[in-house]
Nanobody, 114 residues
Framework: QVQLVESGGGLVQAGGSLRLSCAVS????????MGWYRQAPGKQRELVAQ???????IYADSVKGRFAIFRNSVANTVYLQMSSLKPEDTAVYYC????????WGQGAQVTVSS
């Protein structure tokens, strides 16, 4: 059974940085396209970054140039480095495959204050 455990969230001021981690068990992160999603209060969950099995990153326009997705295949972990954070980045962040066929983890709360 594949399990996803996100960590690294927190409270940060606008312009700050955070790094999120997604520990994956039960399946290699290199086999499937993995992505980071986020869900802000009252909004639908959206995909913000993805990394293909071939290692190509793709970003939503809203985070392009500020976020970076990468993975450590040995640790079977996917990361999201977030920089120049804005209040509108406030959300619960989740990782999952694309499409999201694995049960969602608990997510990591990111709060950006202005």
């Amino acid at each position: 059974q594949v399990q996803l455990v996100e960590s690294g969230g927190g409270l940060v001021q606008a312009g700050g940085s955070l790094r999120l981690s997604c520990a994956v068990s039960g399946r290699s992160t290199s086999v499937n396209t993995m992505g980071w999603y986020r869900q802000a209060p009252g909004k639908q969950r959206e995909l913000v970054a993805q990394m293909t099995a071939g290692g190509n990153p793709i970003y939503a326009d809203s985070v392009k140039g500020r976020f970076a997705i990468f993975r450590n295949s040995v640790a079977n972990t996917v990361y999201l480095q977030m920089s120049s954070l804005k209040p509108e980045d406030t959300a619960v962040y989740y990782c999952n495959q694309i499409p999201p066929t694995v049960d969602w983890g608990q997510g990591a709360q990111v709060t950006v204050s202005s």
